[in-house]
Structures are given as structure tokens and as C-alpha cells.
């Protein structure tokens, strides 16, 4: 893919979206767009567009907000470096499938069009110029600028782990525990980056979360750049305890001497043994549903990886304007003359869907087929369907979304039909037939009713930094969202 240099002078259209509703004969589209202005400000212009095809009356609504730069913020320069580093960290990089597969494109280089799709990085700057000016501030020598100015990549002599398992046995000393921060909603990850950085160059922070509420439980892990920084914050909190900007007196301690000491509370329940095991029995049932909740995940990532190492490009189309009628079938039923199987990705009741082709490039040639077929037009449940070709940043994002919600699918149904359940496939009790029937049962009302759970067909909280879409709308901390 080849990058256009646009002068900073010039006003850039940086996000566009579409979205019909169809409400018996009234069509009403509203489109979205986002434009960067010269002087940086961002402007987004709202188009409501309805339409009523009974008597053919149409009414066109425009509104125009222009909200200024955030050049103006004096730490802008230190937060685009912050959150552009980390996404090529070796904690980001691991186990960021979507960045890996594109760094494999071009030599390593991302271009700046794909990093500013990012909402994290979006709500800093999505100017090259401001990103590129900041970026040559950086002194951790960890990225590389192309001659372009419109792309950037990781410096070969910083090659990346070559597993994740490499990459927990490098941090595993340069990691920290730290509790002791009040347990308040205000604790955000940007707050602990800005405290962390006066004690030296930090990779990533990790906020601890209570298992059910998902609240702050006081606690983070602190990823430092080498073995010898984090060793000397923990010595300098044994000499000088560590206070919060509130007071409140921090307990740090090295990763693995965090988990030798969790170990033993594990294995004594914090308590003597002539103590009742009932808080030992309380523990050691949630440290099995945190255990079960990293096995997921990691279940996750490994399908995600797969996933996105099988992404077509020109191979998907957008529909919009459908019937509340229309399912996932009817849809198919016009595609299936002219391709193998597509993949459908809608519920029904939506007023839009996308088509998801099984090769490359065959978008376009499809498309034209189907429309050929009705003569121009694409009709399902008897209305005209819009349709178009799925190009550019916004397949990219596309594969992205549809790609981490498809991993986490995958991973609930590998649970539900043969993991993590006594008694086998049948689950507790062994009663397999009885539950393979009942399956089978809720498989054919959901095609019937064409709203299967995952919305395709055939298809099935620790906050921490993160590339964003973190679900398809996903990831926590200093992230892209």
C-alpha cells in the first residue's frame, strides 16, 4: 500500500461513516465525517438524510462541529511518544497480532494511516506532521522515521521476542508489584504512567481489577526497562517508602517475589494451621477463576493470531437499508450463484451487513455478478439493498473488529461443546445425548430466527495498555481506545 503525503496545510478527511435505518417507507441515512483543518482543529459534519419513498418527499439536514486542537496541551509531544512506543513495546508487540501482521507488509514499517485509526492515538493527534514532530523528541531510540515522514517501525537492532514465553522470561525481572493506591475511580492508567515516569523510563503499567466488579483493587503491575531500574525502585521503597499523591504508602515488591509470597498464601490461606479453612477455600477458588480467566484469554490470542494471519483483502462487501425481515439466508440465497460460501455477518433486525468473501480480491467481480443478476439492483425481501466494495482504512479496521470478536467467540464455544466441564463432551453428569439434542434443537430456532449469538454464520479484567478494539469495540489502559 502506497502512502500520500498531505501537506499539513491542506484539510484531511480523516473518518467517514454511514449508517441507514429503514422504518416501513422512510429511509433515513446519517453520515459522519471527521476533517483535520489546517490549523489542526477537528471538524465533524453530521448528514441526516430521510427519505420517504410512499410520496417521495426528502429532507436533508446538516450540523457542523469544530472542536480545536489539543496541540496546545504542553505534555502533547511526551503522550504521543508515550502511547506510540508502548504499541511497539515488546509487551504490545507479543501479542499484537493485528500490528505483527502488519508489520510483515512492508519491511517492518507502519504507516502513520493505520496507527491514527487508532482511538487512543486519535484522541492525541491524528496529524502526521504534530506525530512525526514528536516523535523525533524521543530518546529511547526504539523507532525509526522513514525518509517520507509517513511511516515508522521498530529499529532492526531492536529485534522482537520470538515468543511470548521469551518475552515473560525477559520481563520477569524487570517487572514490579505495586499496592497500596486507594481503590477510587479516578485512577486511571494515564495517572500511573505520569507517577511511574519519575522514577525512570517505564514500559507499561497494568491495573489490577476485582474479579466480578471490574473495579481498581489497588494494585499494578509496573513494567520498567531493564532489570536494573526495576531492582532499584524496590530498593529505594525499602530505604524510602513510596507515597501516592494522596499519601497513601505504596508496598513494592519484584514479580516473582510477589507470586513466590501469593504461592504460600495460596497454599496456607494467610493463616495458621489450627485457622478454619474457609478463607483459604474462599482464596483458592478465585485464584482457579483467575487462572481460568488468563487460560481463556490466552485461548484468545492464539486464535486471534490465526485469524489474523487469514485476512483477504478486496473481499468485502457492505450492505445497507434491509427489512426487519430480511435474515441471514435471504442474504446468502443472492450471493451463493456467484461464490463458495460467503460469510454473512448480521442479526436480524439490522438494517446493515457485510459479506465476507473466502478470496482475495474477488469483491468487485462478485459484486457486479449479484448486481448483474437483478438487473442493477440488488433486492432483498423486496427493497432495494445498497451495497458497495469495503476499501482502505476501513477494511483494515474491518478485519481488525471482526477478527477479536470472532477469537473471543471461538474461545466461548470451545468452553461450552468440550472445555473446561466435567463429565466430558456431555458435560456434568455425562448426559450427552440429551445436551447434543438440545444443541441441535437451539441451532435450528437461531437459523430460523437468523440471530444466532455471534451474528455469523457458521461461526461461532486486568485494564492494561493496549492496541485498541479491544472487542471488536476492544483492550484497556494506554490504549488505542
Same mark, same amino acid.
Given at each position: 500500500?502506497?502512502?500520500?503525503?498531505?501537506?499539513?496545510?491542506?484539510?484531511?478527511?480523516?473518518?467517514?461513516?454511514?449508517?441507514?435505518?429503514?422504518?416501513?417507507?422512510?429511509? *433515513? @441515512? !446519517?453520515? %459522519? $465525517?471527521?476533517?483535520? =483543518?489546517?490549523? &489542526?482543529?477537528? #471538524? +465533524?459534519? *453530521? @448528514? !441526516?438524510? %430521510? $427519505?420517504?419513498?410512499? =410520496?417521495?418527499e &426528502?429532507?436533508? #439536514? +446538516?450540523? *457542523?462541529?469544530?472542536?480545536?486542537?489539543?496541540?496546545?496541551?504542553?505534555?502533547?509531544?511526551?503522550?504521543?511518544?508515550?502511547?506510540?512506543?508502548?504499541?511497539?513495546?515488546?509487551?504490545?508487540?507479543?501479542?499484537?497480532?493485528?500490528?505483527?501482521?502488519?508489520?510483515?507488509?512492508?519491511?517492518g514499517?507502519?504507516?502513520?494511516?493505520?496507527?491514527?485509526?487508532?482511538?487512543r492515538?486519535?484522541?492525541?493527534?491524528?496529524?502526521?506532521?504534530?506525530?512525526?514532530?514528536?516523535?523525533?523528541?524521543?530518546?529511547?531510540?526504539?523507532?525509526?522515521?522513514?525518509?517520507?515522514?509517513?511511516?515508522?517501525?521498530?529499529?532492526p537492532?531492536?529485534?522482537?521476542?520470538?515468543?511470548?514465553?521469551?518475552?515473560?522470561?525477559?520481563?520477569?525481572?524487570?517487572?514490579?508489584?505495586?499496592?497500596?493506591?486507594?481503590?477510587?475511580?479516578?485512577i486511571?492508567i494515564?495517572?500511573?504512567?505520569?507517577?511511574?515516569?519519575?522514577?525512570?523510563?517505564?514500559?507499561?503499567?497494568?491495573?489490577?481489577?476485582?474479579?466480578?466488579?471490574?473495579?481498581?483493587?489497588?494494585?499494578?503491575?509496573?513494567?520498567?526497562?531493564?532489570?536494573?531500574?526495576?531492582?532499584?525502585?524496590?530498593?529505594?521503597?525499602?530505604?524510602?517508602?513510596?507515597?501516592?499523591?494522596?499519601?497513601?504508602?505504596?508496598?513494592?515488591?519484584?514479580?516473582?517475589?510477589?507470586?513466590?509470597?501469593?504461592?504460600?498464601?495460596?497454599?496456607?490461606?494467610?493463616?495458621?494451621?489450627?485457622?478454619?479453612?474457609?478463607?483459604?477455600?474462599?482464596?483458592?477458588?478465585?485464584?482457579?477463576?483467575?487462572?481460568?480467566?488468563?487460560?481463556?484469554?490466552?485461548?484468545?490470542?492464539?486464535?486471534?493470531?490465526?485469524?489474523?494471519?487469514?485476512?483477504?483483502?478486496?473481499?468485502?462487501?457492505?450492505?445497507?437499508?434491509?427489512?426487519?425481515?430480511?435474515?441471514?439466508?435471504?442474504?446468502?440465497a443472492?450471493?451463493?450463484?456467484?461464490?463458495?460460501?460467503?460469510?454473512?455477518?448480521?442479526?436480524?433486525?439490522?438494517?446493515?451487513?457485510?459479506v465476507?468473501?473466502?478470496?482475495?480480491?474477488?469483491?468487485?467481480d462478485?459484486?457486479?455478478?449479484?448486481?448483474?443478476?437483478?438487473?442493477?439492483?440488488?433486492m432483498?425481501?423486496?427493497?432495494?439493498?445498497?451495497?458497495?466494495?469495503?476499501?482502505?482504512?476501513?477494511e483494515?479496521?474491518?478485519?481488525?473488529?471482526?477478527?477479536?470478536?470472532?477469537?473471543?467467540?471461538?474461545?466461548?464455544?470451545?468452553?461450552?461443546?468440550?472445555?473446561?466441564?466435567?463429565?466430558?463432551?456431555?458435560?456434568?453428569?455425562?448426559?450427552?445425548?440429551?445436551?447434543?439434542?438440545?444443541?441441535?434443537?437451539?441451532?435450528?430456532?437461531?437459523?430460523?430466527?437468523?440471530?444466532?449469538?455471534?451474528?455469523?454464520?457458521?461461526?461461532?479484567?486486568?485494564?492494561?495498555?493496549?492496541?485498541e478494539?479491544k472487542?471488536?469495540?476492544?483492550?484497556?489502559?494506554?490504549?488505542?481506545?
Open positions: 500500500m502506497t502512502d500520500t503525503v498531505v501537506p499539513v496545510t491542506n484539510d484531511k478527511t480523516i473518518s467517514s461513516t454511514e449508517e441507514t435505518v429503514v422504518d416501513g417507507d422512510v429511509v *433515513t @441515512t !446519517v453520515t %459522519k $465525517t471527521k476533517t483535520i =483543518n489546517s490549523d &489542526n482543529s477537528v #471538524t +465533524t459534519t *453530521t @448528514t !441526516v438524510d %430521510k $427519505t420517504d419513498q410512499k =410520496n417521495g &426528502n429532507v436533508a #439536514t +446538516t450540523l *457542523t462541529q469544530t472542536i480545536s486542537s489539543s496541540s496546545s496541551d504542553p505534555d502533547l509531544d511526551k503522550k504521543i511518544i508515550r502511547q506510540i512506543e508502548y504499541y511497539l513495546s515488546d509487551v504490545n508487540m507479543t501479542r499484537d497480532k493485528f500490528l505483527k501482521n502488519e508489520m510483515t507488509k512492508d519491511d514499517w507502519i504507516p502513520l494511516s493505520v496507527l491514527t485509526t487508532f482511538k492515538l486519535q484522541s492525541l493527534s491524528t496529524d502526521f506532521a504534530t506525530i512525526i514532530n514528536a516523535l523525533k523528541k524521543s530518546i529511547s531510540g526504539l523507532i525509526q522515521i522513514d525518509e517520507a515522514e509517513n511511516k515508522i517501525r521498530r529499529r537492532e531492536r529485534p522482537l521476542p520470538n515468543s511470548q514465553a521469551e518475552l515473560e522470561l525477559m520481563l520477569r525481572n524487570r517487572t514490579v508489584y505495586v499496592k497500596g493506591f486507594p481503590k477510587t475511580a479516578d486511571t494515564d495517572k500511573l504512567l505520569s507517577f511511574f515516569e519519575q522514577f525512570g523510563s517505564i514500559e507499561s503499567v497494568q491495573m489490577k481489577k476485582q474479579f466480578k466488579s471490574k473495579d481498581f483493587n489497588g494494585a499494578a503491575f509496573v513494567v520498567f526497562s531493564s532489570d536494573e531500574k526495576a531492582r532499584e525502585f524496590v530498593e529505594k521503597s525499602k530505604e524510602k517508602p513510596i507515597k501516592y499523591e494522596d499519601g497513601s504508602m505504596l508496598e513494592c515488591s519484584l514479580q516473582d517475589d510477589f507470586y513466590k509470597k501469593k504461592a504460600l498464601e495460596l497454599a496456607t490461606g494467610g493463616k495458621s494451621i489450627e485457622d478454619d479453612g474457609k478463607e483459604k477455600q474462599k482464596y483458592d477458588k478465585q485464584a482457579r477463576k483467575e487462572k481460568r480467566k488468563d487460560e481463556l484469554e490466552k485461548k484468545t490470542n492464539e486464535h486471534l493470531e490465526k485469524l489474523n494471519n487469514e485476512n483477504l483483502s478486496g473481499a468485502v462487501i457492505h450492505l445497507a437499508g434491509m427489512t426487519a425481515n430480511v435474515t441471514r439466508e435471504l442474504i446468502k443472492k450471493f451463493n450463484p456467484f461464490t463458495k460460501m460467503p460469510w454473512i455477518d448480521f442479526n436480524k433486525g439490522d438494517a446493515e451487513a457485510w465476507r468473501l473466502n478470496e482475495a480480491n474477488t469483491a468487485k462478485v459484486l457486479e455478478k449479484v448486481l448483474a443478476a437483478g438487473q442493477g439492483k440488488l432483498i425481501d423486496d427493497k432495494e439493498v445498497i451495497c458497495r466494495i469495503v476499501e482502505g482504512d476501513e483494515v479496521q474491518f478485519w481488525k473488529e471482526a477478527n477479536e470478536k470472532r477469537a473471543a467467540q471461538r474461545t466461548k464455544k470451545s468452553e461450552r461443546f468440550g472445555g473446561g466441564k466435567r463429565g466430558g463432551r456431555g458435560g456434568r453428569g455425562g448426559h450427552g445425548k440429551r445436551n447434543r439434542r438440545g444443541g441441535q434443537k437451539r441451532k435450528r430456532d437461531q437459523e430460523e430466527n437468523g440471530d444466532n449469538e455471534s451474528g455469523e454464520e457458521g461461526e461461532e479484567e486486568e485494564e492494561e495498555q493496549s492496541t478494539f472487542s471488536p469495540k476492544k483492550a484497556k489502559g494506554t490504549t488505542t481506545d
